[in-house]
Nanobody, 124 residues
């Protein structure tokens, strides 16, 4: 059984930076595609960034492109999300997730494992 634990969230001001971490245990995740999702109150969960197993390919939602950077350290079984130039609309609970099949990662139902989430609040 895979367990994912997110950390690094908090309350910041617009323009600040945060770095989220997702530490995995129970299985080596070096061969899996992983993503960060977020969910704001009253909104659907949206995929923010995705990284393939090797780390060589990444995807970003248009809303965060150029501001967020996803990375992973397979030796530490950990994934990161560096968030710069934060905006109030980035306020959400952020979740890390592991795709069931590495080639399918677009939708929430493509993911087998989820963390408990970490709150990010950006004040204006």
């Amino acid at each position: 059984q895979v367990q994912l634990v997110e950390s690094g969230g908090g309350l910041v001001q617009a323009g600040d930076s945060l770095r989220l971490s997702c530490a995995a245990s129970g299985r080596a995740l070096s061969s899996y595609t992983m993503s960060w999702f977020r969910q704001a109150p009253g909104k659907d969960r949206e995929r923010v960034a995705t990284i393939v197993s090797s780390g060589r390919s990444t995807y970003y939602a248009d809303s965060v492109k150029g501001r967020f950077t996803i990375s992973r350290d397979n030796a530490r079984n950990t994934m990161y999300l560096q968030m710069n130039s934060l905006k109030p609309e980035d306020t959400a609970v952020y979740y890390c997730a592991v795709a069931s099949v590495s080639s399918r990662y677009l939708f929430t139902y493509d993911y087998a494992y989820w963390g408990q989430g970490t709150q990010v609040t950006v004040s204006s």
